[in-house]
């Protein structure tokens, strides 16, 4: 049986991609081959990236900058794919012209600029929804079930890691701190969601952290604590490539989710009985399930989804500003 | 390629076993099966429970009567003794451990060395002063796999370490009265579990510049889980986890910037490990290994047969770093035990 709704029988949909890096690369091409939506159009700044990436893509239309990009009356919404230090200036310029949006994570640099974010949708009446596509994915939808069942018991503990390596440049949006980079918006964003996603708001965050030459984090280490005894353990670094596997300990039994937790990927079921069983299905990409959702809610008239609400969005963005906090990260401006 | 030496080629020793309980056990068997160490004698405060552990490993060697003693003074003036393996509850550790110097015997202690850095401090000065050698029972350090892997990362394989992760969590019944959970045993899941997940990271990385703790208690006032975060000099971290509240997977992983060992479950007994390298290249170590405790026993014979009294590979600064990052934790989570 399955737990989430198959996204080809989403309704159609026109997507404006804002931004060509790598993320819109396989956003356009899990919406072109996995839904009944269509990339209409994509905004670039620079003119040969974008040629290049509809050329690439087969998209109709592009658009010389993003105030082009957020007027075309041909798009129903606009996927934000700029630096995480330019989401809350995108988001903002295309709920002002009507648009629906789907924000990528990190929705945006701090809660109060994701507070700005949402206020504006709210009063504009627009869908808006953060695109933590782990959430609509098809083995985290089996896991909660496993939970919700009972089958490892009671959660007690709750481990996460997302750690990749990347070449230290520091202009790259990763290490430059002026484009909002470092580990965790990157990277940590996916375990700290991850752990709301199971465990909801924490009671407390500890975190402690390494800075890069460049100022921003390298590595965190993170513990969250939720009432009855229950903690999270969450860790992201890019200065290696990390297991990125997940375990939720139970007292009946455990879950150990394979890597890359956050994408398709298996999870086994081990019980204290001595009994385990192993989920597995195969998934290309990934992205098409959040897309999907977007078309769903969208043509429901929805503005936001019920499985990533706005609080959510800001709930996860208070856990990351109260780490930042802890391991004294702050950006320029904040 | 084993880089451990042959437990079997270290030199015949005469253990007395202080305490009868289950590691003790194991590590009889261990010693009996792959060592040419003879356990002679254990003492034990209940004569039946001695008994029944003698008779049940067969202590004693050839036409020679293996030794039961009640309690522990004899135990240790015992004169067919080399050295004595202390295996009581964690609260008790100081007190036989000193008991075992003063009688100048060398001295194997079981994990956690002390409930304290300032015990053990106290058994190491007991033990220079005295001229004898001294060891806690870190097991895990004398296995082929972690000399295995630290090779591995010796040779920059992995690049630089910026993170080790490990964990060790089990569920034992509740019982307040038992030396898990019992505080006037020194109980709680640091000392009995965490200790491995710490000494593993400190192995690797050394003395932590900072530690953080975050956990929770029983009802009887012990830790049942906690997080530890190690901070390093440099850019290298530490997660060490452990808990009485759950099964967990007892894995742990090395990080480098080259690549990662992924150290297959228990990660601190006899295993298998994976390196996977950025370069898309990787290996596999697997060495099948019968028990595991044979390798720390060797490791005391060899270091009192050559004169030494303490081991580079466990050494006493080690044993106190490793108490001092526990001390650290308790104190953040509010545990303390009686008197301290």
Not at chain 1, 233 to 257: C, Q
Not at chain 1, 275 to 296: D, F
Not at chain 1, 305 to 310: F, N
Not at chain 2, 89 to 115: M, N, Y
Request: charged share 20%.
């Amino acid at each position: 049986m399955a737990l989430v709704e198959d996204p080809s029988s989403a309704p159609t949909f026109r997507w404006g991609l804002l931004g060509t890096g790598w993320i819109a690369d396989r956003f356009a091409r899990a919406v072109a081959q996995h839904t009944r939506a269509q990339v209409v159009s994509v905004g670039s700044r620079n003119k040969h990236r974008g040629d290049r990436f509809a050329t690439q893509h087969g998209i109709p239309g592009t658009h010389l900058g993003y105030e082009e990009l957020v007027s075309d009356p041909h798009l129903d919404a606009i996927y934000i794919a700029s630096p995480h230090s330019e989401h809350r200036e995108h988001a903002l310029m295309a709920i002002e012209a009507g648009k629906h949006l789907l924000v990528e994570k990190a929705f945006a640099r701090n809660a109060a600029e994701a507070q700005d974010i949402v206020d504006a949708a709210r009063s504009k009446g627009v869908f808006l929804m953060e695109a933590m596509w782990t959430r609509f994915l098809p083995h985290v939808a089996a896991l909660r079930a496993v939970l919700a069942r009972g089958e490892i018991g009671e959660i007690v503990h709750l481990a996460a890691d997302h750690g990749q390596w990347f070449e230290f440049d520091p202009e790259h949006r990763l290490f430059n701190p002026l484009l909002a980079g470092g580990a965790l918006l990157d990277l940590g964003v996916y375990p700290i969601s991850f752990a709301h996603d199971l465990l909801g708001i924490p009671e407390s965050v500890t975190a402690t952290g390494k800075l890069t030459e460049t100022g921003v984090d390298g590595q965190v280490s993170m513990v969250l604590t939720y009432p009855g005894r229950v903690q999270a353990t969450l860790h992201t670094t890019l200065w290696s490539k990390t297991p990125t596997t997940a375990v939720i300990a139970g007292t009946e039994g455990r879950i150990e989710v394979a890597g890359d937790f956050y994408a398709p990927t298996s999870f086994t079921v081990i019980r204290n009985d001595g009994t385990r069983w192993t989920y597995q299905r195969e998934v290309p990409i990934g992205l098409q399930y959040e897309a999907a959702e977007v078309a769903r809610q969208v043509s429901a008239g929805a503005t936001e989804s019920p499985r990533l609400t706005w609080d959510n969005t800001l709930e996860v963005m208070r856990t990351m500003d109260e780490v930042r906090a802890q391991i004294g990260l702050v950006y320029p401006g904040e | 390629m084993t880089v451990a030496p042959d437990p079997r080629e270290a030199p015949p020793i005469r253990w007395g076993i202080l305490g009868a309980g289950h590691i003790a056990s194991r590590f009889v068997t261990a010693v009996q099966q792959h060592t040419q160490g003879q356990v002679v004698a254990v003492g034990s405060r209940d004569r039946e429970r001695g008994a029944a552990f003698a008779a049940a490993h067969r202590i004693g060697t050839g036409h020679r009567i293996g030794t039961v003693h009640e309690g522990y003074a004899t135990l240790v003036a015992d004169p067919a003794v080399d050295v004595v393996y202390v295996a009581t509850p964690h609260s008790e550790h100081r007190e036989h451990a000193l008991l075992a110097i003063a009688a100048g015997k060398h001295v194997l202690v079981e994990k956690a060395f002390t409930r304290n850095a300032i015990e053990a401090a106290e058994v190491i000065q007991a033990a220079r002063n005295a001229g004898v050698f001294l060891m806690e029972a870190m097991w895990t350090r004398f296995l082929p796999h972690v000399a295995a892997l630290r090779e591995v990362v010796e040779r920059g394989e992995i690049g630089d370490v910026v993170h080790v992760e490990a964990d060790f969590g089990g569920s034992p019944p509740y019982d307040p009265t038992d030396r898990n959970f019992n505080p006037a045993l020194a109980g709680g899941a640091l000392l009995d579990l965490g200790v491995y997940p710490i000494a593993f990271a400190q192995d690797l990385l050394g003395t932590p510049t900072g530690v953080t703790a975050v956990g929770a208690l029983a009802e009887t006032g012990v830790d049942v889980e906690s997080t530890v975060t190690l901070d390093f000099e440099g850019r290298a971290q530490a997660i060490a986890r452990s808990s009485f509240l759950a099964d967990t997977p007892r894995t742990a992983v090395v990080i480098g910037t080259e690549g990662r060992i992924d150290v297959d479950p228990e990660f601190y007994a006899p295993t298998t490990f994976v390196v996977t390298r950025r370069d898309g290249t990787g290996s596999r170590f697997e060495e099948p290994v019968e028990g595991g405790m044979q390798f720390e026993a060797a490791e005391v014979a060899r270091c009192i047969a050559a004169g030494r009294t303490e081991s580079p590979r466990v050494s006493w600064q080690s044993t106190l770093d490793v108490m001092r990052i526990l001390d650290a934790a308790r104190e953040q989570l509010g545990v303390v035990y009686p008197g301290e």
